[in-house]
């Protein structure tokens, strides 16, 4: 099992960040999808998810309106666009997939958002 992030990185506040996580080692199109984040000091907390027919999307409050999950089952991957970042969205974004009673989670990718 094995779930890659990529597209982290350093970008200014306001600016925009689109996420990968490719999936392999498991039936990817049966599990529902979700982003964490955590910042130094912080719990995880919830980005966002997406079901695992991607019909069914739900966002943290502060992300509602900026942030955009997606995922694409033919080619086992999900995405996060990030719009409107603030310094506050700083923190390890983690890829998830959750199918009770498993879960499998991503190493995780850095994004830092400062002029």
């Known amino acids: 099992v094995q779930l890659v992030e990529s597209g982290g990185g350093l970008v200014q506040p306001g600016g925009s960040l689109t996420l990968s996580c490719a999936a392999s080692g498991f039936a990817f199109s049966m599990y529902d999808m979700s982003w964490y984040r955590q910042a130094p000091g912080n ?3 919830l980005v966002a998810s997406v079901a ?30 990030m719009n409107s ?3 506050e969205d700083t923190a390890v974004y983690y890829c ?3 199918r009770w009673p ?14």
């Open 102 to 115: 498993l879960q499998h989670w991503g190493q995780g990718t850095q994004v830092t958002v400062s002029s």
């Open 43 to 45: 719990a995880r907390e």
């Open 96 to 98: 998830t997939g959750k």
């Open 52 to 81: 695992s027919n991607g019909g069914v999307t739900n966002y943290g409050d502060s992300m509602k309106g900026r942030f955009t999950i997606s995922r694409d089952n033919a080619k086992n991957s999900v995405y996060l666009q």
């Open 85 to 87: 970042l603030k310094p």
